[in-house]
């Protein structure tokens, strides 16, 4: 029999990035990704910027365009990713060894599945997060200096 | 009950149709349904293929969320479609689409294979080191309560493909296993009967197997059993690594009970009939 022709349904990037999201987790999830994208992005320029100090001191001189107040944001924003990344991060290593999920229960509907029981610790880690984000906020402002 | 059609609201089903003999890809179409409180969306489709347009595929068996045949992609959301009231997910309009993440045959109808090969190849059965155990039993296995609940969660499975539909690391990396079969391993690794759990590692430990997971969580939302393969997924997990760092609890299989009758037939109880196969 000749193969039948098919339609590929699969939703590729745009099913990571926008499919679903019908829940926390899965927002979770994505910002997840984007901040770990982000650092990594911020990891290459630091390299490269700090590189640049083998051609000279200038870069380091008070000024210079990598002292501009967009750079100080975008400074701001790699910390904002860094203290989510790292807040998740906490959670999904004690969700993903098993440890925040619940042992297995008989489904009686409405489920409860171990979304629910991991949700406590997400709300207490995106907290510790927002609280830490203050804190730093207060240090880049240059409050108190 | 006398039918009442003045009782009934008409919703529009904008239904995905393909056909690979005359279509290059899928599109839209929309038919209106008069819709009675009750009907699910397995009966709405029903209603197009008798009055509507005959030529309409999708897959359904039970009718009653046992078979797992039916599920599709209703307002965007995996689910089965004789398990969902019409109205009480729709007021006006409901989209109809196959579940993502498969092929489509036709219509409404996705290529489910990808998920049963993979199902197939973490071996989803009891293992036992001596096969004459299963081919001529003596005597039952001796399993707890508590044994049984270890995984008598993972086993109400129905094999519909929801969960793979909604999962968007296997939207973007086609040989994860995803969460049916991982969720199906880790209901036989848990087995207290089962020693097969050494080659399922080889497979879920692998690089497309749980540790592609991170805890998204949509596979548990959608799954219309409430088998919550995120939480499996998560258990294998640590298992996985236990098992790498050699701090995995020793695990016999659970040997044959002897009871009452100490393996051998008891002598009010008649002989079973020949084997057929
Ligand atoms: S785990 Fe749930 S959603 Fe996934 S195939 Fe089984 S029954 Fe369907
Ligand atoms: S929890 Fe894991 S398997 Fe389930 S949808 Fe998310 S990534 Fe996929
Ligand atoms: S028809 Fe069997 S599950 Fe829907």
Known sequence: MAEMKRHDNRLGLWGWLGGGRWGVERHAYILHRLTGLAIL???????????????????WIEGHVLHQPVFRFGEYLVFAAFAYHAFNGIRLVLVELGLAVGKPIEPIYPYKTSLNVQR???????VLAGIFLLLG???????GK | MTENTNNSRPITFHVTRYNPESDRKPYIKSYTVPVRAGMTVLDGL???????????????????????????????????????????IADTDLTVGPLPNFEIIRDLVPDLMTMFE???????????????????PEGEFYQTPEQLEKFLQFTYCIKCGCCMG??????????????????????????SRDDGWRDRHQLTGSAHGAFRCHYAGECSRVCPKGVDPARAIQHLKRQLVLDYLHLARKKKPCAMLHGPGEGKLLANIPAAPAKTV
């Not at chain 2, 993979?118 to 001529?136: M, Y």
């Not at chain 2, 991982?182 to 087995?191: F, V």
């Open chain 1, 41 to 59: 992005l911020y990891f290459l320029m630091h390299i490269v910027v700090t590189s640049l100090r083998a051609s000279g001191k200038y870069m």
């Open chain 1, 137 to 143: 906020s207060f240090e880049f402002l240059g409050v």
């Open chain 1, 120 to 126: 406590p610790l997400l709300i207490s880690m995106m």
């Open chain 2, 118 to 136: 993979k199902h197939r190849s973490i071996n989803p059965h009891i293992v036992r080191t001596d096969e004459k155990e299963l081919n001529t």
């Open chain 2, 166 to 191: 909604a999962c968007p690391t296997l939207a973007t990396d086609v040989h994860y296993l995803g969460p049916m079969p991982l969720a199906a391993a880790e209901r036989y690794d848990n087995d």
């Open chain 2, 46 to 88: 029903h209603y197009i293929k008798e009055n509507l347009d005959p030529t309409l595929a999708w897959r359904f068996s039970c009718r009653m969320g046992v078979c797992g045949s039916c599920g599709m992609l209703l307002n965007g959301h995996p689910t089965l479609a004789c398990n969902t009231q019409i109205l009480h």
